[in-house]
């Protein structure tokens, strides 16, 4: 629909699109029709990934800006770039609710997130052709782009057009009289409709990134520019344990081809090296060590001195740096107590030791899986007691770390009617009661602290439709999605619906299941 440069994956979905827009003018069948729900998930999927790139634009931008001082001329682009985004998602917003109010007027999502009105050949083709929206629509598309041309000087042509402006369909007699909202949405089943209005929203985040890719030039926000040289050390530890080596990396953080810095330590010239980005520093490497310790932080502080001879100039650094003594860090999510019969992951490191940490961990009280990167460790209490857990490294003992043991807490229970969730005071009204989603939460902290544990599924759910203290149908479930259709003639206004939780169950990080009791289990829902 618009021009400028588009990657290879946003011209396929484009193609995509035209494709099933010009089959769809053909009546082809429901099958085909149904690819417009992969084509809109995959057009939203774009839109999501240009949107992200177009905020990092936008900071690049603010950043750049703010390097050269905010000069007046700079302001002015980054005032423009921010009017652009700020009309982005004004427009966005306006697209997203025109989608929702299109599966919204044609019956909303079923039980399993399907759009109930996907093949619709009607209603979404009233709403936009024979009511004011699509002319609305097309006004607000066009009005944008060109706003953009505006304030950026480039060429953005408008981005709803009608039949007689694009090149599919301006010599078809069928179709080159129709109007923008005739042509896609006229005669257009809802899934078709939404995915028109995902494309549409590429289109508006492509344009964006256009105009925001013109504003950056003008700042310089894509060069990278080098005005200083500075000395750095970049040392593999900050922190070493007496009697360890102190490794550190000395170069400039701006160079040039050509230069030969020279590097030096303590007044000795020390080994150029080159990384493999051919930028030269020189290795500092020595035996760190120190006689007293600060008694709090068990630390004793220490400097060095290096310097950087560039053609005439001298460059010098100090150092400062910390010797300290072993001490075994743990780190979680939850340090106070380990959650039973769960996994719960544990950062133990040495800093002290730096690359020489290779530890391996043990204990009786709980089971122990080393994880894939050096002091990861999970661990699974197989009761109550306190966990010891003993640390060592390359055979010898550093020391052992005691954790208390919790249960784990009960899950919440979570009712939903299509989508939203149940006021338990107010009720919900008997036409709007055909599904109920009943899902089991977990406890946010612990859904925090052992994630992979916090696995909830109800399995049993008991519903009765009572009315005035009688019951009036009972029926049970065993899944979390209650289908209450055939419920729907019972329904009498003061009736209420009475769910209890018979079965929770809770996998676990082993991946075994495990019975669980939620903190609730029998709500009511009034009927209004």
Not at 12 to 24: D, H, Q, S
Not at 78 to 99: C, F, H, P, Q, W
């Amino acid at each position: 629909m618009a021009g400028g440069k588009e990657t290879p994956r946003q011209k396929m979905i484009g193609m995509m699109y035209l494709v099933l827009t010009a089959l769809l003018a053909l009546q082809v069948s429901n099958a085909v029709l149904e690819k417009f729900v992969f084509i809109d998930k995959a057009l939203n999927t774009q839109a999501r990934v240009v949107e992200k790139q177009n905020s990092k634009l936008i900071a690049g931008i603010e950043a750049e800006v703010s390097k050269k001082g905010k000069r007046d001329a700079d302001m002015k682009a980054l005032n423009k770039a921010k009017d652009v985004r700020n009309s982005t998602i004004e427009l966005m917003d306006y697209l997203g609710k025109t989608r929702e109010t299109m599966a919204e007027i044609t019956g909303g999502y079923d039980e399993n997130e399907q759009l109930v009105g996907a093949k619709d050949y009607d209603i979404v083709g009233n709403y936009m052709v024979q009511k004011p929206n699509g002319k609305e629509l097309q006004d607000k598309l066009n009005a944008y782009a060109q706003k953009l041309s505006k304030l950026t000087g480039g060429d953005f042509e408008p981005l709803a057009k009608d039949a007689d402006q694009l090149d599919i369909a301006k010599n078809d007699p069928n179709q080159k009289n129709k109007s923008f909202a005739e042509y896609y949405f006229g005669n257009t089943p809802t899934a078709a409709g939404m995915a028109t209005i995902s494309h549409l929203e590429t289109e508006v985040l492509n344009y964006e990134a256009r105009a925001l890719g013109n504003l950056a030039s003008e700042v310089g926000a894509k060069d990278v520019e080098f005005d200083k040289v500075v000395p750095l050390v970049r040392p593999a530890s900050n922190t070493v344990a007496s009697g360890g080596k102190f490794e550190a990396q000395l170069f400039i953080t701006a160079a040039a081809s050509g230069t030969n810095p020279v590097f030096m330590y303590n007044n000795k010239t020390i080994p150029t090296e080159t990384t493999e980005n051919g930028i030269k520093y020189g290795k500092i490497e020595f035996t760190a060590s120190a006689s007293k310790y600060d008694p709090k932080t068990l630390t004793a502080p220490a400097s060095f001195e290096a310097e950087i001879e560039l053609n005439d100039s001298t460059y010098k650094i100090k150092h400062d740096y910390f010797v300290v003594k072993p001490v075994i860090q743990v780190r979680s999510a939850a340090l106070s107590a380990l959650y039973m019969n769960c996994g719960n992951e544990l950062d133990i490191q040495v800093p002290a030791l730096g690359t020489a940490y290779n530890p391996s961990f043990s204990s009786k009280e709980a089971s122990v899986v080393k994880g894939n990167r050096t002091g990861l460790v999970t661990v699974i209490p197989k009761g109550r007691s306190k966990v010891k857990l003993r640390v060592s490294n390359a055979g010898s003992a550093l020391g052992t770390e005691t954790f208390d043991v919790k249960k784990v807490p009960a899950p919440l229970i979570e009712i939903t009617a299509r989508g939203k969730k149940v006021d338990y005071e107010k009720g919900v009204a008997s036409a709007s009661l055909t599904t109920l989603k009943v899902s089991a939460k977990a406890e946010e902290n612990f859904q925090r602290e052992v994630p992979n544990d916090a696995r909830y599924r109800v399995r049993k759910i008991s519903v009765k439709l009572a009315r005035s203290g009688r019951q009036i149908k009972a029926q049970d479930f065993s899944s979390e999605n209650v289908d209450l259709r055939s419920w729907r003639s019972l329904y009498r206004k003061g009736d209420n619906l009475i769910v209890k939780i018979e079965r929770v169950t809770r996998r676990t990080y082993q991946g075994e299941s495990e019975r669980s009791v939620p903190a609730t289990t029998i709500y009511s829902i009034p009927i209004n």
